[in-house]
């Protein structure tokens, strides 16, 4: 399988190109040539293979430069310390399922595509003898997955920024407790955007971007993207029964587009998916452009923080692999619309509003911190269940979207502990504090205090890099 570039101007690529490439060197997103298969008998002969397994077979289909052996290894290393089922699929009311993706090492669904890529950027580093520097921006989450999946590489090195006091303690205390020599904490003075467009800006000049070795692991990867895939179809696989072509619908809890641009992937690669709901918080642009068709990001200025914070995202990174699909996989016009976002702030895509929905199952919802705290609320009143705020804004959309004899799963992006402030004012529950979590909330932090600019970072990397 090869990649080409969204835009259409860079050469074709193999997986492990793309994966070690990040950002296409036109400016665009890796996207395979054509949409692999899976559908009818295939998935049938997958339903009884456990996690690791079925996720080798599906990114089998997207690595096609890995042997499959090899692959194998790799799934059965990112999720053996995973507790049993890696990824449970529970009901918690008739017809809405939440699919359980927060087991791992930082308690949100970012390690399931992070432990992955992990294990294959080692693998794809080691097969060319190179280093990587990882440079990254993160509202919370991906930051603390993506350190504690490359923590201790030795030939990778991890240089992540966030905005400056805008991560819940926990989060904080997530990334800044680490003390690999290989992990760079860089907290800048800026909202998640600013540290998202310093990454853009350094890693968009090719001759530094090569001299210092510079990788990404955001969520535009495509090790993430492909490894996201697979709980689409392990969801499918629980929720159905053999024989049966059930339809389902997905709920998810939406930022910068990455997870439910899995979710879409699967559904073209032929599972039986009929709705994808994009659920946003009050940072509302992408519930705006598919209800309207107008894609209008905002300023950082203009992005709130919320108590969903890891969805506090203006400018959905993902979101061009989607239009790609939609104007039929022609760069040109893709293109043309990027540079008219660029010139004019928004693109308008309202005639073509209508087949959101009717061809790729996409509806949208947006959530307030008052129907989080009800969703939160009414949930733990049903079943004795917690969840969190950013899982609430999924089952708020989940409920608004269920359709008779159409398994709603809603996935669960993170655990409660995460947002113990929140779940506190929801309920008036205090949340156990597990003792290896109280000793990290304890322990001494590390963290470099940066200017929102990018020539500190650039002179910050050439000192501390790989090379
Ligand atoms: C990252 C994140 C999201 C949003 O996922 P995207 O792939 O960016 O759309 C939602 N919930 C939580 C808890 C997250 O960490």
Redesign the pocket.
């Known amino acids: 399988m090869q990649y080409v570039s969204t835009r259409g101007q860079a050469a074709p690529m193999s997986y492990s190109d793309a994966l070690l490439e990040g950002l296409a060197t036109d400016g665009g997103l890796a996207v395979p040539v054509e949409m692999p298969e899976a559908s009818g008998e295939q998935l049938e002969a997958w339903r009884d293979l456990t996690y690791p397994e079925l996720a080798a077979e599906v990114l089998g289909l997207f690595a096609t430069d890995i042997p499959r052996d090899d692959l194998a290894r790799m799934t059965a290393a990112a999720y053996a310390g995973f507790p049993e089922g890696v990824v449970p699929v529970r009901e918690i009311e008739d017809g809405l399922s939440l699919v359980g993706l927060s087991e791992g090492p930082t308690l ?3 390690d399931m595509a992070m432990q992955f890529l992990g294990q294959v950027l080692e693998y794809a580093l080691e097969e060319r003898g190179w280093v990587q520097n990882i440079l990254g921006a993160t509202s ?3 930051g603390s997955a993506a350190e504690h999946a490359l923590r201790g590489k030795e030939r990778v090195a991890v240089f992540m920024l966030s905005p400056q006091g805008r991560m819940s303690d926990f989060q904080r205390a997530q990334m800044f407790s680490l003390d690999d020599a290989n992990v760079h904490n860089i907290a800048v003075a800026g909202v998640f955007d600013d540290c998202q467009n310093l990454v853009k800006e350094l890693a968009g000049d090719i001759d530094f971007k090569r001299a210092q070795h510079i990788g990404a692991v955001n ?1 535009i990867n495509l090790a993430r993207i492909t490894a996201q895939v697979v709980y689409y179809f392990w969801a499918w696989l629980r929720a159905t029964d053999a024989g049966g072509w059930t339809e389902v619908s997905f709920a ?9 641009l899995s979710g879409l992937y699967a559904k073209l690669m032929g599972l039986p998916v009929r709705r994808l709901v994009v659920a946003t918080n009050e940072n509302d642009v992408l519930d705006e452009f598919f209800r309207t068709g107008v894609y209008r990001p905002r300023g950082s200025a203009e992005t709130l923080a919320t108590s ?1 914070p ?2 506090d ?1 203006s400018k959905a990174s993902n979101l061009e692999r989607f239009v790609y699909e939609l104007v039929g996989r022609d760069p040109e016009r893709l293109a043309a619309l990027w540079a008219e976002l660029g010139e004019s702030g928004s693109f308008d895509l309202s005639a073509e509003q209508p087949r959101f929905a009717a061809e790729f199952g996409f509806v949208s919802a947006s959530s307030t911190h008052a129907d989080r705290l009800a969703t939160i609320r009414s949930v733990h009143e049903a079943t004795g269940e917690i969840i ?1 705020p ?1 899982t609430a804004d999924g089952v708020k959309g989940a409920r608004a979207n269920l359709e008779p004899g159409v398994p709603m799963l809603s996935l669960e ?2 655990k409660p502990e995460k947002f113990a402030d929140t779940i506190r004012e929801a309920i008036g529950v205090e949340l156990d504090c597990p003792e290896d979590v109280a000793a990290m909330l304890a322990a001494p932090q590390r963290v470099t205090e940066m200017a929102d600019d990018a020539d500190t970072l650039r002179a910050f990397l050439e000192e501390n890099a790989l090379h």
């Open positions: 949100a669904f970012k919370g989450d991906t969520s998810v809890p939406t930022g910068n587009f990455g997870n439910i969903s890891s969805m995202i969190d950013h992006t993170a």
